[in-house]
């Protein structure tokens, strides 16, 4: 089963545009990570911010950790059209990792 | 390329038939994983090998379902009596040896899937 839930479901937004996304998740966790999809291609890991951190920045990444609110966001600053993708946030507990549900994000020229 | 890479990128069967599917992973990555993902879903795990032991696999696998790792590098997927709900984007995934501190050990580098379609 799916470990959280992300919000919102889909992200539409102008070229330039910074946009953010949620994460939400159930167990402990070692660390949190963000993926990327795009259409027909595999996930490319983005991020990632361990249970000790609160927040991490890596160029127009910036993702913020909550382990009291079991909450995670993630914030691309400056959209271009190419951020266009599905975008997935990552649990890892030992060995595998639990996705969420996604948010699909659209960023218009 | 040397990504992770899976054979074949499309699948389609007729439900009760047999399906194998292919993963070579990152040359030297020790951990291979397998996913499952429906549309509109994020990725579930399936099974995940270091080097050629299984160490874990999700109730998600059932008895129809079967990977392996025998020389520790590729891995197979095999699933039995094919069944509707079968279809899905098939996942593998592969990341370095190392330690729990290293960003290494944890990210996991992804291939781009066989997409299984049961008629």
């Known amino acids: 089963s799916q470990q959280g839930e992300e919000d919102p479901q889909a992200l539409s937004i102008q070229e330039g545009e910074n946009a953010t996304m949620n994460c939400s998740y159930k167990t402990s966790i070692n660390n949190l990570q963000w993926y990327r999809q795009n259409s027909g291609r595999g996930l490319v890991h983005l991020i990632l911010?361990?249970?000790?951190?609160r927040e991490k920045h890596s160029g127009r990444l910036r993702v913020t950790l909550d382990t009291s609110k079991k909450s995670s966001s993630l914030l691309i600053t400056a959209s271009r059209a190419a951020d266009t993708a599905s975008y997935f946030c990552a649990t890892r507990v030992y060995g595998k990792l639990t996705f969420g549900q996604g948010t699909i994000l659209t960023v218009h020229p | 390329d040397t990504g992770v890479s899976q054979d074949p990128r499309h699948k389609i069967t007729k439900r009760g038939q047999n399906v194998t599917f292919r993963c070579d992973p990152i040359s030297e990555h020790n951990r291979l994983y397998w996913y499952r993902q429906t549309l509109g879903q994020g990725p579930e795990f399936l099974t995940y090998f270091q080097n050629e032991a299984q160490l874990e696999k999700s109730r998600l696998l059932s008895d129809r379902f079967s990977a392996e790792r025998p020389k520790g590098s590729f891995s197979t997927l095999e699933i039995q009596r094919t069944e509707q709900g079968d279809s899905a984007m098939y996942l593998c995934a592969s990341s370095p040896p190392g330690t729990s501190g290293s960003s290494s050990y944890n990210e996991q580098f992804f291939g781009p899937g066989t997409r299984l379609t049961v008629l």
């Open positions: 911010i361990r249970s000790n951190e």
